[in-house]
């Protein structure tokens, strides 16, 4: 091989994004500069990718020119150089680990010197290994900041490979661009389309978050509704019970009863939640058992002022009158009926007026 003391530096790589082959950022390739070592692990010269065989040369440094990852050859076979001289050879394409198994970050693996294949990185520099030329510069002739990383010695002899020493490796060949890059516009459809499908989910979903809303108010409105007409069936309930048990011939309660009774049967809870004996009853089962356990009331008093005091009634006589009385309220239009409460509370002031003070037979 030949030692190329004075080439100059080669365009391998620009960092930017390469479809299948991923994005790669400055950072990236100032990592790939920063370990590159000979002696931890050389990066070989070859043409068209070939993975078999002795390498045709040897990489000798690198560094970064702005956006590009530049090499520099250290040997190089005669041969080789003779075809790239001869502009046999003069595209390239690099290969990279984007994680060395052993450090994790970004390597150079080696560079292929292109025929025929078209590179997958366009816009790089021809190849040329002439001596003492100047430094990369440029449009205006200055030199770039740049980040060097020189030869550091180590064997540079050829050596065979293991079968699994290309485990990721990244080779940027021409045709699998082309594939990474049409599969790259597959999966931009593929994200054009699942972003239009989300579109119409939303759409979608807004308008059930509209009926369900709807839905919801209408239950509501059915639930007031029942509620009412089961306030209005006990309240009808609880009228029809005062009205039996204050007025007729054995009335349960006093007209002055009847204001408390309603209240208290109207808010007593018909759920079943007193346990009472071997079985559940609700406070207002509870509380019309007991009043339906009470015993006919007797009517006091005599049925009228022209009677002797001293002469007991009866009190069939004065239900009579009162009877009476409540008919004659109802034909002058004083009550609307001979039942209900506002009958009862008449009855209960008419006995008054009848009573005298004694016990009735």
């Known amino acids: 091989m030949i030692d190329l003391k004075d080439a100059e530096w080669q365009d391998g790589f620009r960092a930017g994004d390469h479809g299948g082959k991923g994005v790669w950022t400055r950072e990236d390739i100032d990592a790939a500069v920063e370990d590159f070592s ?51 050879y003069i595209r390239q394409s690099i290969e990279l680990y984007r994680k060395h198994p052993k450090t994790g970050r970004p390597y150079v693996r080696g560079i292929a010197l292109l025929g025929n294949s078209a590179p997958a990185v366009r816009g790089l520099r021809p190849v040329k290994f002439s001596d003492n030329v100047e430094g990369y510069k440029d449009e205006a002739g200055n030199e770039l900041v740049r980040l060097e990383c020189d030869f550091m010695g180590g064997s540079m002899a050829a ?8 485990a990721g490796v990244i080779k940027f060949t021409a045709e699998e661009f082309q594939a990474a890059k049409t599969e790259n516009e597959a999966l931009k459809s593929q994200v054009v389309k699942l972003q239009s499908d989300l579109e119409t989910f939303k759409s979608t979903d807004a308008k059930k978050d509209q009926q369900i809303q709807a839905f919801a108010g209408q239950i509501a409105e059915l639930q007031n509704f029942v509620i009412e007409e ?26 002055a009863e009847v204001a408390k009774l309603k209240p208290a049967l109207m808010h007593a809870s018909t759920e079943a939640s007193i346990q009472f004996g071997d079985k559940q009853v609700s406070a207002f089962d509870v509380l019309v058992d007991a009043i339906e356990a009470r015993p006919a009331m ?57 009573m005298q003070g004694q016990e009735a037979h």
Do not use: Y
């Open 159 to 166: 050596e065979k490979k293991p079968q699994d020493q290309d």
């Open 230 to 255: 089961r306030r209005k069936a006990h309240e009808a309930r609880v009228d029809g019970l005062i009205t039996k048990w204050s007025t007729g011939k054995a009335p349960k309660v006093t007209p």
């Open 38 to 88: 000979p002696s931890f692990e050389a990066a070989p010269i070859n043409t068209d990718h070939e993975d078999g065989g002795p390498a045709k040369g040897w990489i000798g440094a690198l560094r970064r020119v702005g956006d590009v990852l530049q090499w520099k050859p250290r040997k190089i076979d005669a041969q080789l150089k003779a075809d790239v001289d001869a502009e046999r």
């Open 298 to 354: 007797a009517v006091f008093g005599e049925v009228a002022k022209d009677r002797d005091p001293s002469q007991p009634v009866s009190r069939d006589e004065v239900r009579a009158k009162v009877q009476q009385r409540i008919k004659d309220a109802v034909k002058q239009g004083i009550l609307k009926s001979e039942t209900g409460p506002q009958a009862a509370m008449f009855a209960d002031k008419a006995t008054k007026e009848l």
